[in-house]
């Protein structure tokens, strides 16, 4: 068990700075296109079609697919566990909707706080492989203190300010959090068909989703805005996707080995120290980074030790 439990810390850490370095690349593509759902569109795009390229060629992806299909048929999977990619939309689209009212930190620690807070309701809930797992004070303290560190991270990061929409923050502030509690659902689902197919093919299945969900919006988007102007050719603004395909995969087998709420906490700290070694590649390492991300990995700590414990 120790030994699945330290794996499993490890692969959400590396699914954290994975999540980082994916937000860097597609961050600088929706800045190149002046539209930040584009750029997300045309990560999602890529990696679906590295998938299907993997698809044809792999007989085992394909056997695996085949079994999440006959899971659908004899109830095993319900439909409704193959839409984890909504929520990775959601979150795309929150983003634009919401960061140039509220900020980039009220957008960060809104999804944060949601994440968290409802990893523990879909642990105790059991909607993840690894099966049912108490809320315990334990718990909840790594749940706050994550939060508290990402807060703090947060909160030291300057920009733009937010401009004036006319609808109240407290409104605006719900759509990240919802986006938050998307995305422990999402973890959960996704490792339910990972645990019948593989992840490659719940992979598959969420980059699918996702992609839909995506390019309805940006119909709605393309209505009342220009299309991009120009498209960059830069190559590496295009390995959004590929980053993607790879954490995707590694959360659907992560969340059977830890649960969501540590795979939450480590994708967390695993970005912040990614972040953190980024910032100080440009020369702009801060005491407060430090510290945030000494708040999380002690978070971390609390919820692995609890876990291990049963909670007491």
């Given amino acids: 068990m120790v030994g699945r439990n330290g794996l499993g810390l490890v692969f959400g850490f590396c699914i954290g700075a994975g999540v980082a370095v994916q937000g860097r690349i597609n961050g600088a593509l929706g800045a190149e296109l002046g539209d930040g759902v584009a750029a997300a569109t045309i990560s999602f795009g890529t990696g679906l079609l590295v998938l299907l390229i993997a698809l044809a060629a792999s007989p085992a992806f394909r056997s695996g697919l085949a079994s999440v299909r006959t899971a659908v048929a004899d109830g095993t999977v319900r439909p409704w566990q193959l839409l984890g990619g909504l929520c990775g939309a959601f979150f795309v689209a929150s983003q634009g909707l919401t960061i140039a009212a509220i900020g980039v ?3 960060t620690v809104a999804v944060v706080a949601g994440q968290l807070l409802s990893s523990l309701v879909v642990d105790r809930l059991g909607l993840a492989p690894n099966g049912r797992t108490s809320i315990t004070p334990w ?3 790594a749940a706050v203190l994550g939060i508290a560190g990402v807060f703090l991270s947060a909160g030291g990061n300057s920009g733009p300010a ?3 929409t006319g609808v109240s923050d407290a ?3 719900v759509l990240p959090a919802l986006a938050g509690i998307g995305l422990a659902w999402q973890q959960a689902v996704n490792g339910r068909v990972g645990a019948v197919g593989g992840p490659f093919p719940a992979t598959l299945i969420n980059f699918a989703v996702g992609l ?11 209505l009342t805005a220009d299309f991009p102007a120009h ?11 590929l980053i993607g395909v790879a954490f995707i995969a590694l959360a659907a087998v992560t ?9 939450g906490l480590t994708s967390v700290a695993g970005q912040l120290v990614a972040a953190l070694l980024l910032d100080a590649a440009d020369g702009r390492l801060s005491a407060t980074a430090v510290l945030s991300c000494a708040i ?10 609890a876990t291990q414990t049963g909670g007491s």
């Fill in 255 to 263: 969340v059977g080995l830890i649960g969501v709420l540590l795979l």
């Fill in 139 to 141: 718990r909840v303290v």
């Fill in 212 to 222: 839909v969900a995506l390019c309805l919006f940006d119909v709605y988007t393309l």
């Fill in 231 to 241: 498209f960059p050719t830069a190559p590496w603004l295009y390995l959004g996707g």
């Fill in 171 to 173: 409104l605006l502030i």
């Fill in 105 to 107: 930190t009220a957008f």
């Fill in 296 to 305: 999380v990995l002690g978070a971390v700590v609390v919820a692995s030790r």
């Fill in 162 to 164: 937010p401009a004036a």
